[in-house]
Structure formats: structure tokens, C-alpha cells
């Protein structure tokens, strides 16, 4: 299957081959083209419709409309919107995808889903969304087996039709594991990080895992590269929590594995320190008291570390 973007010549007429192809597939999906009401009628969609309808779509800046084929063939095409009208709404849409009946059940739905979540995903977004009619069970049936999920109900902005609002994450996922080192005096090491989506915070010693680590191996195997202490282990799980930053470029979702551990407060040290906190985007360290952590003065991750801690040691 290839994906080729639709530009229109500037008076807006496709080309007539081209139109009749595309013509021919909103015609074939005559059921949803019922339940939408996007043509007065379902039964008789005539070309010039279909080009006004384009054309309306193409004088948005931020949408593109993607023809699918294979063997030539067109059987799909997918409309997205890189930059909804609503300043509030941060995410890029899906405005239709629609696949040719002929070729149903073949996987094309899913593939072209896929190409255009890739595509968002390249570009740096973390999500998108889509609206399914409260009428077409059979497509809020499709998009959920997909990975979206409903949050939220409104009406649509042309037509004022009642739908479903779906959103899927586009972040890659990744496991990681930290480990909070305690001094008897009950202060924690957290090295600064400067990440261009999360902006300044704070953290624990720890990272991403390598293929085939536990979280405890991973866990002791950073706090030895970022620390430079072989004396340490991680202790129990202090805690499990998910959050969203940009890794490498890429807008990734992180689950974390937090232990934590006695150790004697001191001084990061090593031959290779300083080469590991430049790869890792850590600028400085500290420890820092109880006191200051439940001030929470500047943002810590994971959030709330103080009570956390003083739960572990009750």
C-alpha cells in the first residue's frame, strides 16, 4: 500500500480521472455515507460534490488528504488535521478514513490508521484524536479495537451531529527504573534534568532499561553509572508511576520502578561521571533534607517523594 498526499491545482479542480476515483469511493461506502448526511443523497453522489467537499477540506492550511493504493489501485483515503481550530486542543485529528468496501476485512483500515499515526508520531505528537458518530457503532467498534479511547462527548462543528471523542497516545513506550538513596539523616539524592517538554525538575539516580534487565538490575546497573557507588542495592519498591517527557527527540510515555535504599551521604564520584551526566542532560546535584522536599518548592518526580518516604519508614 502507497500513500500519496492530495494537492489540488490552484483553481481547485482534480484532475477528472483522478476525481472519479475518489468519487467513486464515497460512493461505495453508501452506509456511512447515510448515516453522516455529509451528501443530500446517498444513493446519487455526483462528482462536483465530491470536489466542493475537497475543496473545502484542502482550504484549511493544516489538513491533507492521503489517497491509499495498491496495485495502483485507490482503495482508501484518510483526512487528517495537523492543528485543530480550537487553540485549547493540542492533539492533531483524523477527519475520515474511509476504505473501499471491495477490499474489507483485508487489514487496509488498520494499515492506513497506522501509516497516519506514524506519520503524527514522526512529526513530534503525542497524541491524536478523532470524532465517531453516536450512530455508527460499527466505527467507534473499529477504532477502539485500534487503541483509541472515548474521552468525551460533543457535537460536531459542521453539522451539530452528537459524537464521540477518541484519542490515542503516540508515545513509545518505555521502561524505567530509579532508586531513592537515603542518608541516616533522612535526606535523598536527585539530580537536576532540563527536558524540552517537562521543562526543569528534579529526580532520582536511574534511567531507561536495557533488553532483558529487570528493574532492579537496571536500577542498580544506573545508580552505579550516574553515582559511581558499587557499594549499593536497590532496596524494596518504593513505588510504580507513568509520566510523559521527550527522550532523544521523541515524545515517549515512561513507566517507572522507584526502590530505594540506606546509604551514607556522599559525593558522586568516578572517572566517567561526568561523561555519564552529560549524556544523561544532568547539569547538577544535590541532597536534599525531608523538609525541603515536602516544600516541593521546585517540581520532583516522582511528585510527592517526601510522603512517600516518610510512609517507607513508618
Known sequence: MILEALTAPRDHALPGPLLAEVTALYAANREFQALSGDFPDPDAIRPEQVAAALAQELAHPHTEVLLARSRGRLIGMVITLAHHPDPADPDPWIGLLLVDPAVHRQGYGRRLATAVEDRFRAAGRGAVRLAVLDNN????????????????HRRDRALNRPCAVLSKSLRAPRRAARVAVVDPEGAVLLFRYDDVEAGAHWALPGGGLEPGETPSEGALRALR???????????????????????????????????????????????????????????????????????????????????LLDEWEA
Open 225 to 307: 553509572e550516574e553515582t559511581g557507588w558499587t557499594d549499593l542495592e536497590p532496596g524494596p519498591l518504593l513505588c510504580t508511576w507513568e509520566h510523559d517527557f521527550t527522550h532523544s527527540g521523541i515524545p515517549v510515555r515512561q513507566h517507572e520502578h522507584v526502590h530505594v535504599t540506606r546509604g551514607p551521604r556522599r559525593d558522586p564520584a568516578g572517572p566517567r561521571l561526568a561523561a555519564a551526566h552529560a549524556a544523561d542532560g544532568i547539569p547538577t546535584w544535590r541532597w536534599w533534607t525531608r523538609p525541603e522536599l515536602a516544600e516541593e518548592a521546585e517540581p520532583v518526580r516522582p511528585p510527592r517523594l517526601a510522603r
Open 137 to 152: 457503532p460499527r466505527a467507534l467498534a473499529f477504532w477502539t479495537s485500534c487503541g483509541y479511547e472515548i474521552v468525551g
